[in-house]
């Protein structure tokens, strides 16, 4: 099993807790998420490509790319 690489983010305030320097960032399945390591407070960001192919009337679960 691969290990998520996890980086801080130096000057970054938790929006929840508004510590300084507990923002931790990594990927998983291409989603860019963000948690505190002070309050757990955390937001996942789609990837800009799974985001232009939202339509507004709709929700994306996922999308396949074969390899």
Do not use: N, S, Y
Not at 38 to 64: A, S
């Amino acid at each position: 099993m691969a290990t998520t690489r996890k980086r801080f983010i130096a000057g970054a305030v938790c929006p929840e807790c508004k510590a300084l320097d507990t923002l931790m960032l990594w990927q998983e399945d291409q989603v860019e998420v963000v948690e505190c390591a002070k309050c757990g407070h955390h937001k996942r960001q789609t990837d800009e490509q799974v985001t232009k192919h939202v339509r507004g009337e709709e929700q994306v679960i996922g999308i396949f790319h074969p390899e």
